[in-house]
Structure formats: C-alpha cells, structure tokens
C-alpha cells in the first residue's frame, strides 16, 4: 500500500486552499502543458474539496475553443501559446466550473519548440472577482521542471491575486 504524501503546510498549494476556505470562496483550473499536474498538487491538500471545485486538461488545441470557451479566431491567429489564450482559458474554467477564481496554465515544456515558442515559454493566468491578470514565464529545465515550476507559479499567482482582492 501506498503512502499518502501530503504538501507541506507552507506549500503554494496550502496556501492557496486554506485562503479560499478562510475567504468561502471557490476555484477550478485549467490545464495544457501541466496536464493534470496542478489539480493533482491542489488535491493532495486535505480540505481541497472544501474550495476546489474541478477542471480541465486541454492538451488539444481545439479542445480549449471546445471545452473551455478560447474563441477559436484567436487561437487561429495566435496559437495555443500566448497571454491572450492564458486569459481565456482562466475566464472559460471560471464561466463552466461556477466558481469565484480560475487558473490557466499554456506554454511549451519540450523537448522541442512548438508552433515558433521557445522551450520554456509559459504563460499563467488567473481570472476573478476583481479581474484577470497573466504571467509570462521563461522557465528552465526537463519537462518535468517546466511542468513543476509552472504548477508552483500558477499557485503563487493565485495566492497574491486572493490577497490583493477584498474579501466577498
């Protein structure tokens, strides 16, 4: 049998959790280079049911128009992998998950470049009560470190958007 590993107390995902129940207030995420990677560290906090209320893997491209509501003219004109996307994904989960707060993760975690995007390019963005905001990410390392690092950033975006917005 397997050992249950939970994130420290101090982890981004901690944090970002025992601030929404603390708050009432709901999140969901959206996921295309960390494929499940960012849901997963959220559920492996105990209490995550409490405000996590689910999300979405768009590896397909036509899958965030699809699934996730990313008009697909600028998808068409942009590619999968642009800021403009990132704010859209976020909004799309926010709208289809019924929650306060949503995450998106895009970019390119290698080995090889995508679409003219630099291994390394990712963008992160969260939409909320009070609006959305994106950050570009020029990130290191193996697909995993990529895929790691943009997990623990969307997190940290989140957390410092929850705690700029007034409680509601």
Not at 15 to 33: I, K, N, P, Q
């Amino acid at each position: 049998m397997a050992e249950s590993v939970e994130p420290p107390v101090g982890s981004p995902a901690a944090a970002v959790v025992h601030a929404l129940v603390d708050r009432g207030e709901t999140f969901g995420v959206v996921e295309s280079l960390t494929g499940g990677l960012l849901a997963a560290t959220i559920v492996d906090v105990a209490g995550a049911s409490a405000v996590f209320r689910g999300g979405l893997v768009v590896y397909a491209t036509d899958l965030k128009a699809s699934l996730a509501g990313v008009p697909d003219g600028l998808l068409a004109e942009r590619g999968p992998v642009d800021p403009d996307v990132a704010l859209a994904l976020a909004e799309g989960v926010r709208q289809r998950c019924g929650t306060d707060w949503g995450v998106a993760t895009t970019g390119v975690a290698g080995p090889e470049p995508q679409g003219g995007k630099p291994v390394g390019m990712v963008f992160v963005a969260v939409s909320g009560p009070t609006g959305a905001v994106v950050r570009e990410l020029d990130l290191d390392g193996d697909r995993l470190a990529i895929r790691t690092d943009t997990v623990t950033d969307a997190l940290r975006l989140l957390a410092d958007q929850i705690h700029a917005a007034p409680a509601g």
